[in-house]
């Protein structure tokens, strides 16, 4: 029978006394023996983390019901993975209280750990050192997981009444190319304002922008990819968009088409348009084959007054290297790693990393793909400022939508 790790974080609920704690996870321990499942359970007055180790099935069956448990919220899953063998042995649950300077105090939870006790060590986990669960116990000793975001409520929402700007019902003719740019708001749901727009490529039946662009390669596509957004910014022009206007550009054809930036700016300037209204989007899923030519067209760029930002941050080639070279004005992170960030601890440890980072270079973070109040919550929380998904607005064609407050 295959076995499973499981690792999850959670908040108590109400006031806990260490005894009380402990007669919990007594219980515990007979449950989970009962159910083939052994672990740890450690508690610093505040915040739970707990192991599970078992078969797949039953440790799953478990967790579905410790997530309606109303003794506690706040339930991250820090960790899931198949395992060769169990970090815990019999224990159907040890228990470890943190005190205030990160000390482990090891408390019996069942007769099998007490038998275990002297192996083990008050303040030494020796025997399982090498385990992830085991760093995952000893980061939380030390602080991480241990934050509670104080996630407001939903009436934060319900009481925002920003700015809409109405739809421009004329769709415009864009030459004889056969796509449209569909233009979905990012914004600031605290200050209530619309920080920019962004401009996304679609055929002229709402076909996706990689099946325009698969139709083209070499120089024809990063020719096709810089022209076309001549008549994303016609369209933005048209309807007087009064505020920044986000174009995205595969990197190389910054590269690629001769005189590439000198054709932006011409653009800009022919259409009555600021520079200082731009934002060039540059997707992380190309790789950069000439960083020279690169930066020096970044550069440019930034000179004319245009931001540029990293799209899609985390899913492509060049991670952390690009934006420590790169430096942005803004990072947009990827939505896979958006989705269900409430409850996903690796993602929120990504992204944290991600904020921080930014934060100490003086980088603007924006989170892509929000869909569930939930997700902008923690995101809130967690220091994000700045958001574009369909839970605040669909992208809508030739026109800006309204926006869902």
């Known amino acids: 029978m295959s076995l499973s790790l499981l690792v999850y974080r959670s908040r108590s609920t109400n006031q806990l006394k260490k005894d009380k704690v402990v007669a919990m996870s007594k219980h515990f321990a007979d449950r989970n023996r009962h159910r083939d499942i052994t672990g740890m359970l450690v508690f610093d007055g505040e915040f739970f983390l707990q192991v599970l180790e078992g078969p797949r099935q039953r440790v ?27 970090t815990f042995d019999d224990w159907g649950l ?17 007769l099998e750990f007490d038998d275990q006790l002297h192996r083990l060590g008050l303040d030494n986990l020796e025997r399982v050192d090498a385990t992830r669960a085991s760093l995952i116990i000893d980061a939380f000793a030390k602080g991480r997981w241990r934050d509670s975001y104080n996630i407001p ?10 700015i809409v700007v109405r739809p421009n019902e004329k769709a415009v003719p864009i030459g004889n190319y056969p796509v449209n740019f569909a233009f979905q708001p990012i914004v600031n749901p605290i200050s209530k304002l619309v920080t920019s727009a962004e401009a996304l490529l679609r055929g002229p039946n709402s076909e996706s922008p990689l099946s325009i662009l698969s139709q083209y390669s ?26 920044r206007i986000s174009l995205n550009l595969l990197p190389m054809s910054l590269i690629m088409v001769p005189d590439a930036v000198d054709f932006l700016l011409d653009t800009i300037e022919r259409l009555g348009l600021s520079s200082e ?18 930066f020096g067209a970044i550069t440019r760029l930034r000179g004319a007054g245009i931001k540029v930002a990293i799209d899609d941050f985390g899913a492509g080639y060049a991670g952390l290297s690009l934006l420590a070279e790169f430096q942005p004005d803004k990072v947009k992170i990827d939505r896979k790693l958006i989705q269900g960030i409430q409850t996903n601890g690796p993602r929120q440890a990504i992204v944290r990393a991600i904020i921080e980072c930014c934060y100490s270079l003086g980088i603007s973070v924006i989170a892509e793909g929000v869909e569930e109040a939930a997700e902008v919550q923690w995101l809130l929380a967690a220091g994000v400022s700045k958001f574009q998904g369909f ?15």
Request: overall charge negative; aromatic content about 12%; some cysteine.
């Open 218 to 243: 070499g120089i024809d596509l990063y020719r096709f990819d810089l022209e076309s957004k001549q008549y994303a910014l016609q369209i933005a022009a048209d309807m007087g968009l009064p505020c």
């Open 391 to 405: 839970y605040f607005a669909r992208p809508s064609l030739n026109s800006f939508p309204q926006i869902n407050w």
């Open 60 to 86: 799953s069956a478990l967790y579905e019901l410790i997530q309606t448990d109303p003794r506690h919220d706040e339930v991250v899953t820090v960790l899931e993975e198949p395992i060769y063998r169990r």
């Open 277 to 294: 209204q731009i934002v060039v989007e540059i997707t992380e899923e190309e790789a950069i084959t000439n960083y020279d030519a690169f």
């Open 153 to 162: 409520s939903r009436k934060l929402y319900d009481d925002l009444n920003g």
């Open 94 to 110: 040890g228990f470890i209280v943190i005190n205030d300077e990160g000390g482990k105090q090891i408390i019996s939870s069942d």
